[in-house]
């Protein structure tokens, strides 16, 4: 008996001092060596190079088509361009792109897919902006995206976008970007004046009608500050008030990315959701060697942060369209509506987006067993309440992670406290197999968002894996 009470005690204790897989997992850094921390290093400046140049969507397709271009991509325009082996890229309107890479099986047998979204939440430029307000030349906003309207103000901002005008021109317009251009502010309140203002809320300190940026200042003998700001922008870009009708301006911070830590192995930027994921889908197709088995396929689109509505949003049809065009280009004359719903059954889709991680500050915003930390791989997002991938297929991706050692974990937020999602749901309505998966990132949705370098990394490796698996 006295045997029998001691191997029952031994059992017990190593029970309750044993750690569980998940407290067992290490930091992504004590995994990698030097030369891979290397490796890490570089890809990450590349993302930064990418991030300084992409500041929304449109300079985030013309940076993703500049860079498919020098790695030898042709613009899809022949069915007799879908060979295997052959790099595709297709522009939809300038703010949503895709880039193929032919695979030796047809695309009915399958296709790997990584989609993302580049837009990120910003404050846009509304038709009519231009007004005064004491001794002020002011611009009238409209926020996009879900933003925290106080971390805005006093930030150094610029103008980015394009004006099209009824004589078919199209002007992009850059200010604010180099260090010899002017910038705009959204002014804030003296704390010496601001005692009316005190008892706002949280999400209210400043009001979505305050978020106006100083445009000019200097007053003139004849006519408003705004008149001659707009005479300004006439000179400069050839536009006119009307012109503003037909423009998609946006107003972005004017901060370039940076280290953060003295061992910098942070990166803070504006737009890493999810220009991050956006950079690392196509980053990985133009590095892939060789001909995949089946067709890979980098999809960005636009309008996420506002419902992934509009042509260039995951909404649209185009991404079938495109499914069907390659279908057809390989059938030929077999083809038909049904060999492409095939196809689109077939597909292997990664909804890729990054999300919040565990924050040192406001650690109980979160359950900790279950949310995602920086540094510690890539995260599968388990939503629950049916928002979630199949489990034969997140078993697959898990095979994928642990076949080529890479540290993951998994991301769901804490119960009825918030919560979000992304584009993954529209392609699933497409019969495609999809899974979210991102890493964490601290400060999602501000002015200046920071992810580690080594999930970067991580979340490379894993896309360059995925767009090659299957046999």
Not at 219 to 248: C, H, R, W, Y
Not at 281 to 299: C, D, H, K, R
Not at 394 to 409: E, V, Y
């Amino acid at each position: 008996m006295k045997i029998f009470f001691f191997i029952c005690l031994v059992f017990t204790s190593q029970i309750a001092f044993s750690q569980s897989v998940w407290q067992s997992k290490s930091s992504g850094w004590l995994l990698i060596s030097p030369d891979q921390r290397k490796e890490c290093f570089a890809l990450n400046e590349n993302l930064k190079n990418y991030l300084n140049k992409a500041r929304n969507e449109l300079t985030s397709t013309k940076e993703v088509l500049s860079l498919a271009k020098a790695k030898g991509f042709k613009e899809f325009t022949e069915p007799s361009q879908v060979k295997p082996g052959a790099k595709l890229w297709i522009n939809n309107r300038d703010r949503a792109v895709a880039l193929v890479v032919v695979g030796s099986n047809p695309i009915v047998a399958g296709s790997r897919v990584i989609a993302a979204h580049h837009d990120s939440p910003r404050i846009d430029i509304k038709a009519r902006p231009l007004y005064d307000a004491s001794g002020y030349a002011m611009l009238q906003t409209i926020i996009y995206g879900g933003i925290k309207k106080y971390q805005w103000a006093n930030v150094p901002l610029m103008i980015i976008g394009r004006v099209d005008t009824k004589d078919g021109k199209t002007i992009e317009v850059a200010i604010g970007d180099d260090a010899d251009e002017p910038v705009l502010i959204i002014p804030d309140a003296a704390p010496h004046v601001d005692a009316p203002l005190r008892n706002r809320t949280y999400t209210g300190v400043f009001d979505g009608e305050e978020l106006d940026p100083i445009i000019g200042s200097i007053p003139q003998a004849k006519g408003n500050i705004a008149n001659q700001i707009m005479a300004i922008l006439t000179e400069q870009f050839g536009i006119s008030e009307e012109d503003f009708v037909s423009a998609e301006l946006n107003l972005v911070p004017a901060t370039s990315p940076r280290d953060v830590g003295l061992d910098k192995g942070l990166t803070a930027a504006y737009g890493q959701d999810d220009r991050l994921c956006s950079f690392v889908a196509v980053n990985s197709i133009l590095e892939l060697s060789g001909q995949p088995t089946f067709t890979s396929i980098a999809y960005l689109t636009d309008n996420e942060e506002t419902g992934s509505i509009n042509n260039t949003g995951a909404q649209s049809s185009f991404l079938s369209g495109l499914y069907g065009r390659l279908t057809e280009a390989q059938l030929d004359a077999k083809y038909n509506d049904n060999e492409t719903r095939k196809a689109l059954h077939n597909a292997h889709v990664i909804s890729a987006d990054v999300n919040d991680g565990i924050s040192p500050l406001f650690p109980s915003l979160s359950e900790p067993s279950n949310a995602a930390r920086l540094g510690f791989g890539v995260a599968i997002k388990r939503y629950g309440r049916s928002f979630d991938a199949n489990s034969e297929f997140t078993a697959l991706i898990r095979k994928i992670l642990d076949d080529n050692s890479i540290p993951w974990q998994t991301a769901s937020y804490k119960v009825e406290s918030g919560g979000g999602g992304t584009i993954g749901g529209f392609m699933s309505k497409e019969d495609m197999e999809v899974i979210d998966i991102g890493i964490p990132i601290l400060s999602m949705h501000s002015t200046y968002e920071i992810s580690s370098k080594v999930d970067v990394w991580n979340l490379s490796r894993f896309f360059t894996a995925f767009y090659v698996s299957g046999k």
